[in-house]
């Protein structure tokens, strides 16, 4: 059975989970740090406090957040068919993926950003600092290891629900889990998927805190 | 001479859920070129506000604030910020950019004006020798000490030649020997540069080291202004003699004893004036407190005495004491 068209296999799957992962990643933060630089800036002691913005934002990530994943998978087929022309496969799971992350990177960015000390931004309006300076240079520059952090966490969730992606034809680990080891009863390959997977979040935790770590220039020494 | 900052009829209330707050009431200031204001008062007196009401970081619900001859109020955005540039601040937090070295949080005001980044760095390099720390241009915020991150933020500050520097509370994170030397730098720049500078402190000693002038705030209002060896000689207000009796002894103890504070300045320091008074009425007086504060690199002495029970005595002290060109207060008249 582990012949190398099994391996071969395994390390294309790989490659597919990878490819949902990152792909998704990226194109929620598109929607997602806007959304979340968004809701800090329209916040009642935001800098340009707008509450009607920020309820809809508010409102939005909340909705969406707490429909359970599987569902909005499902939910979103007539939406992925538009855009992808398709609803099963690797690149028709991005959409939903995408589509469940954003809001949920949106409350990282948000929460982020609200870690940078007021007194700083205060600062920066004292100066002159127009809401575009302050939001690139001292809210997204300051909170940037917490910020890496945040998007190592989102990379890790992504991951685990491109494999729930796999019930229902997403492809990727979490396809193959399901195919060999649910529906076949073959344990060793579910082992081996979830070891890979494991393996995976892993690597990316460690390169995230890694990159955080360097970037923290608050440590003395 | 010329008036830099004018602050009319500003009133600020802040709307909360439960209660309003007033933390100004009708505060109306005048501030000329080149003098070191103090804003002294208690904690939540509304100082802070007073002094973000200076640049419009808050905006007054009444009344406004003139810089320049400039009515902050009436100036769009753009415009408002273009003015910022002018009015410089450094906090008691510092707020330096904790992810930039010391030379890049120089710059910064200057990236926000457009300068180019070459002619920053010069500009930033030349910062850092006026405050003394050239060799911590590669230094991150977190590995400076408190005196030193000042130093930058006060670096900072001037990198735009603004025409004024507002301090909040900039020494009240520092202990007393670098207190004294940020004051002296921040003294040293004022004299180099002209620049006014507004320094907002609870702290007495502040305002004697380096004030002109002091404005006293008490509650949301301003209780009393003037220059700072007026308002120390003669402090009118119940809240300017609370300040001036800060660190000396307890006040309210020496209410009703018939007692009086009696100033000295430089001069009058060469004759033994209590003992000669003592002599010449034949009567001992009780010398509660004396102390000797340090007004603008100016030695004052305060002291206050209890006087003998019987009035022609007493008034004959007070005379004699008036006479020898001290100022002398009768502190019983608060009795009550």
Redesign the interface.
Known sequence: MWDSAMILMLAKETGITLYMTLVSTILAYVIGLPMGILLVITAKDGLKPNAVVYKILDVVVNVVRSIPFLILLMLLIPFTRFVVGKSYGATATIVPLTMAAAPFIARLVESSLLEVDRGVVEAAQSMGAGTGTIVWKVLLMEARTSLIVGATIALGTILGYSAMAGAVGGGGLGDVAIRYGYHRYQVDIMAVTVALLIILVQILQWIGTRISKKMDKRITG | METMIQVKDVSKTFVGKENTVEALKGINLEIHRGEIYGIIGMSGAGKSTLVRCL?F?EKPTEGTVIVEGKDLSSLPDKEL?????Q???I?Q?F???????VLDNIC??L???GKKKKEAREKAKELLEIVGLSEKAGA?P??LSGGQKQRVAIARALA?NPKIL?CDEATSALDPTTTKSILALLKDINVRYGITIVIITHEMAVVQEICTHVAIIDGGSLAETGTVEEVFARPRSAAAKRLVFQNGGNYEEMKGKHCIRIVFKENSSFEPVIANMVLECKTPVNILLADTKDIGGVAHGQMVLQLPEDKITAGKMITYLKDRRLEVEELDNYVG
């Open positions: 640049n970081l910020r273009l003015m910022r540039t009015i410089a601040m906090f937090h707020n330096l950019l904790m992810q930039r070295t910064f005001p990236e926000i004006v991150y977190a590995q735009t507002l």
